[in-house]
């Protein structure tokens, strides 16, 4: 299999070519910003994953990135542990994209959105494809097995603003869950009580619906 070919630019005077060129244009992340990111699957992520009925996942193999649909049941990725998360492969076309990159590169993305919510989560990883007969049973949904679970090693946990959903108005008239944890109730189990999750629910998320543009 040979290498993806590199993207073909058009000439452009005002592209940028570094890392530094890129933060000059952009004010520096604050320490919340920089801070916020978790190990592991606290109970508050959880409970936002099992309100989640989609979830976008990214990866990359030999033929290049792919960013892949996943959707089902609120639940339908399951919490093995504060490390492990079970996503099984429901009935496709088979093209199994992300799946071959996974065979390639471990690396992994997801993406979680709850209807309702402005805020997205972030999980960063390593996958691996299963055929565990027990994990497959568990994930039957109609009497039908999946073929594999995906199991993602959990690295990295992050809480995604709002900003992006509420300039979209994705969810406009739809109320969140009221199982789901609000945005402050991640930041404050992800950086350890941190933050004050009803300070930034009451103060700072306003301000951030606030500073949209």
Known sequence: ????PRPTLHPDPHRVTSQEALSALYNPPSALVMNKVAK???PRTAAFIAASPFCLLST???RGPHCTPRGDAPGFITVLDEKTLALPDRRGNNRLD???DILDNPALALLFLVPGMGET???GGLG???TDPALRERHAVQGQTPATVLLVEVREVYMQCARAIARSKLWAGRAKPEAAPSGGELLAAH???LVDAKDFDETRAPQIIATLY
Do not use: C, N, Q
């Open 1 to 4: 299999m040979t290498d993806s």
């Open 40 to 42: 592991r699957v606290d």
């Open 128 to 130: 691996h494809i299963t």
């Open 121 to 123: 989560l972030r999980i």
């Open 98 to 100: 992300a799946l071959r």
């Open 191 to 193: 950086t350890g009580g």
């Open 60 to 62: 990359s193999g030999a």
